[in-house]
């Protein structure tokens, strides 16, 4: 599967913590050393949504987000997460520099980004399958 590099660091913002560490270990475990160029720093980020019916943008608040970028053997990696977890994000930004510089464990990356891909895709089905139900559908009268 193809992955965008946006795509990329939309799916290691949803990785759990847990699948990121174990990820980022592994691609340090050959001993390169990643430069921080952004420690993980928290922050607020206005978020914005359409409005389904007008389509207008309207800001519906703040949320708490954290951030890192990092260099590892010449590839730029950047993360940002919702919440305050900074281990998780700079995991996600090694990871995203794994990919950014071509290295070895680029593929173990990318089969991480599938599986939260897949995971986020049945999570939406399943969402869906509840909501079907309250659907109402009207009949057009001619």
């Known amino acids: 599967?193809?992955?965008?590099?946006?795509?990329?660091?939309a799916l290691l913002a949803v990785a759990s913590?847990?699948?990121?560490?174990?990820?980022?270990?592994?691609?340090?475990?050959?001993?390169?050393?990643?430069?921080?160029?952004?420690?993980p720093e928290v922050g607020c980020v206005a978020t914005q949504v359409v409005e389904p019916v007008?389509?207008?943008?309207?800001?519906l608040g703040d949320v708490?987000?954290?951030?890192?970028?990092?260099?590892?053997?010449?590839?730029?990696?950047?993360?940002m997460r919702l919440g305050d977890d900074r281990a998780a994000v700079l995991a996600a930004a090694i990871c995203d520099a794994e990919v950014q510089a071509g290295r070895p464990r680029a593929d173990d990356v990318l089969a991480l980004c599938a599986r939260v891909a897949?995971?986020?895709?049945?999570?939406?089905?399943?969402e869906w399958a509840l909501l079907a139900p309250t659907v109402v559908e009207f009949e057009e009268l001619t």
């Open 1 to 9: 599967m193809e992955f965008s590099r946006e795509d990329t660091a």
């Open 17 to 39: 913590r847990e699948e990121l560490v174990g990820v980022a270990d592994a691609c340090l475990a050959d001993g390169v050393t990643p430069r921080v160029l952004r420690a």
């Open 54 to 59: 007008a389509g207008e943008r309207f800001l």
């Open 64 to 79: 708490l987000a954290v951030q890192a970028e990092v260099e590892l053997a010449g590839g730029r990696g950047w993360s």
């Open 118 to 126: 897949a995971r986020e895709a049945a999570t939406a089905d399943d």
